[in-house]
Each structure stands twice: as structure tokens, then as C-alpha cells.
């Protein structure tokens, strides 16, 4: 497995990916996904061979925050610890930053990943996340 940073923005594999785990908000929008990942912060891929089946996207201004918009792997290479070496690369990375934050699906097995990188939930810390979707 490789971890490298995504420099050449391929709106077919990017599909590929956001259409494996089914993140459909993504995918009917692939001007707004294009624009996103050309003025992200950082955004690693992961490669089997030459296919990327990993990507973790990072926005903020990387020294009191950084968000990470967006980390998914595909399906088929989850639990392989692919998303865990995108998670410590970008932790690694940004080890000087104030905070790193991010919201996920709240289910057992995201709340677990995250937890085993240190992250914690929110209201954990007695803090709330709030969220605005503009359609």
C-alpha cells in the first residue's frame, strides 16, 4: 500500500470512490467535489498497485485547525488498515496544529476508528457540533 499526496485531480476514480461507499451528495455534485479537492489543505490517496482505494481530505489553516472534510476507503479495502495509515499520516503531519476535528456518521464503528486515533466525541469534552447545509 502507498500513501501519497493527490496532486492530479481524476474526476473518474474520485467517483469510483465516493460511489463505492455510497456518498451520493459527492457524487451529484462532481463540479462542487472537483472544486473541493483543488483548494483543499491536503489530500493523501491511498494506491493498491496503482488504484486508489483511499483518500483523506484535509481543509483549515494548519495551525490552530485543521478538518478533516473527508476520509474514505473503499469497501473492499476496508479494515486493512488503510484508513488508519491515511489518518496517522495527516495526525503526523499536522502534530503542531492546535486542534484537528471532523464529523462522521455516528455509528459504533466510526465512533471506535476515530477513538483508537485519540479523537473524542464532542460532547465528551462537554462541547456541541453544529452543522448548516446550504441546498
Known sequence: MLIKEYTEF???????????VGWTN???????????????????GAYDNDKLVGVVRVVGDEWSVIYVQDMLVMPSHQRKG??????????????????MTLLTD??????????????????DIHAVAFFKENK
Not at 459527492?26 to 493523501?44: D, G, H, Q
Open 10 to 20: 481524476d474526476l473518474n476514480e474520485i467517483l469510483l470512490l465516493y460511489e463505492s
Open 26 to 44: 459527492y457524487t451529484s455534485k462532481p463540479t462542487m467535489l472537483e472544486n473541493a479537492f483543488r483548494n483543499s489543505l491536503l489530500v493523501l
Open 106 to 123: 455516528n455509528n459504533e464503528k466510526n465512533k471506535a476508528f476515530y477513538r483508537s486515533l485519540g479523537f473524542v466525541n464532542a460532547t
Open 82 to 99: 488503510i484508513g488508519t495509515s491515511l489518518m496517522r499520516e495527516v495526525m503526523e503531519r499536522y502534530k503542531n496544529t492546535y486542534q
